[in-house]
T-cell receptor, first 115, second 111 residues
Framework: DTGVSQNPRHKITKRGQNVTFRCDPISEHNRLYWYRQTLGQGPEFLTY????????KSRLLSDRFSAERPKGSFSTLEIQRTEQGDSAMYLC?????????????FGQGTRLTVV | GESVGLHLPTLSVQEGDNSIINCAYSNSASDYFIWYKQESGKGPQFIIDIRSNMDKRQGQRVTVLLNKTVKHLSLQIAATQPGDSAVYFC??????????FGKGTMLLVSP
């Protein structure tokens, strides 16, 4: 499978715990994006990387959130001291920016439930 | 016809009909637009894209129309099938900006 892969698919955690999600993009893609989606809403941008550099962070990304892409390949998104409001689907996407078509391809997402 | 549900506008059509889903975008500087299809429990799936130097683009059974004057985007699906039932999102972006998604429209196709 050469699509975007996200792990885990589901995560249930207690409030106050830390969680980490992983995204493996399409291998030749230089951009990687993190989005959050709540029920009935469109995906909301969180942050993106161009290779290993984190170029933009949304104001939605509080200090409890951190993302890394250390070698310009896979990325992790960590949420510290989770709150119930963090419950959402976390989507990762990748694209080959700079080409004629730079559409973002999405993974299946990680559904986080904070209890 | 169209109706507003609890969370999303909903378009209900019969199998075989043509569907038109509309989207108003917000940033006049956006030069790239994409339609995504999202089925329950899955990530958004790319359908078709269009750049701002075009006003129409056709794919297989789908056509995207762009009206920059009124910042309006539409997705036309020909001969709608039950498998087309999903939530459809438009997204705008381009250049150094990232994709911004609209709120979505739920398409329900009855056999």
């Amino acid at each position: 499978d050469t699509g975007v892969s996200q792990n885990p698919r589901h995560k249930i955690t207690k409030r106050g715990q830390n969680v980490t999600f992983r995204c493996d993009p399409i291998s030749e893609h230089n951009r990687l994006y993190w989005y959050r989606q709540t029920l009935g809403q469109g995906p909301e941008f969180l942050t993106y990387f161009q290779n290993e550099a984190q170029l933009e962070k949304s104001r939605l990304l509080s200090d409890r959130f951190s993302a890394e892409r250390p070698k310009g390949s896979f990325s992790t998104l960590e949420i510290q001291r989770t709150e119930q409001g963090d419950s959402a689907m976390y989507l990762c996407a990748s694209s080959e920016w700079g080409q004629a078509r730079d559409e973002a391809f999405f993974g299946q997402g990680t559904r986080l439930t904070v209890v | 016809g169209e109706s507003v549900g609890l969370h999303l506008p909903t378009l209900s059509v019969q199998e075989g009909d043509n569907s038109i889903i509309n989207c108003a975008y917000s940033n006049s500087a956006s030069d790239y637009f994409i339609w995504y299809k999202q089925e329950s429990g899955k990530g958004p799936q790319f359908i078709i894209d269009i750049r701002s130097n075009m006003d129409k683009r056709q794919g297989q059974r789908v056509t995207v129309l762009l009206n920059k004057t009124v910042k309006h985007l539409s997705l036309q699906i020909a001969a709608t099938q039950p498998g087309d039932s999903a939530v459809y999102f438009c997204a705008e972006g381009g250049g150094y900006s990232t994709l911004t998604f609209g709120k979505g429209t739920m398409l329900l196709v009855s056999p």
